[in-house]
């Protein structure tokens, strides 16, 4: 009996919050979930680059070539200076496209752990899977969290794209320099 008159003497010290911070809480957890829903709709939205198509008569474009023109378009067109979302969003779009084309697996829909994971059991060396990760790390950062890396920096990343085409297209055939390209 002593205890229980104790407990009455003492209510509690701090008692329930008022009823709106509950509310206030599951309507941000709410807003939080439909950004996220925006997001992921946003980010599906984006169509890989078009192949190219090779002209009557040609073979078919083999990955890496047809990677580095994608580039190489890329590289000409005025998107890096006019909307850096949209031309980092189109070079991450062309490095998952050829690493999935070019070793059968979904890259394009893989994190950057997965990747580095997939790179590795495909046979790739650490340093293109870590460029390639590190990359596509950049690519998320201006597309979706509004980083805007200098001039310099973007320039620095095309030649990246195209250096992880060249490491990892190493023994296919007709692996050659597109117009275009750093190294050309």
């Known amino acids: 009996e002593a205890q229980i008159q104790i407990a009455i003497e003492h209510p509690l010290e701090d008692p329930a919050p008022p009823p709106a911070v509950p509310a206030l809480f599951v309507a941000a957890f709410a807003a939080m979930t439909a950004l996220g829903y925006i997001l992921v709709r946003r980010a599906t939205a984006i169509p890989p680059p078009a192949p190219v198509a090779a002209t009557s008569g040609e073979a078919p474009l083999v990955p890496h070539d047809a990677a580095r023109t994608t580039l190489a378009a890329l590289a000409a067109s005025a ?26 697996f979904p890259a394009y829909a893989m994190t950057r752990s997965e990747l580095e994971r997939e790179m590795a059991s495909a046979g790739i060396d650490r340093w293109p899977a870590r460029l390639t990760a590190n990359l596509l790390e950049q690519c998320d950062a ?6 805007r890396p200098a001039p310099e920096r973007r320039a ?8 992880i085409i060249d490491l990892t297209s190493e023994g296919d055939e007709g692996a050659t320099d597109a117009p275009g390209s750093p190294t050309a």
């Open 156 to 163: 620095a990343d095309l030649t990246a794209a195209y250096e």
């Open 79 to 104: 998107l890096a200076p006019a909307d850096v979302g949209e031309y980092y969003a189109r070079l991450a779009a062309t490095i998952r496209t050829y690493l999935s084309a070019r070793f059968a």
């Open 142 to 147: 201006a597309e979706f969290a509004a980083f």
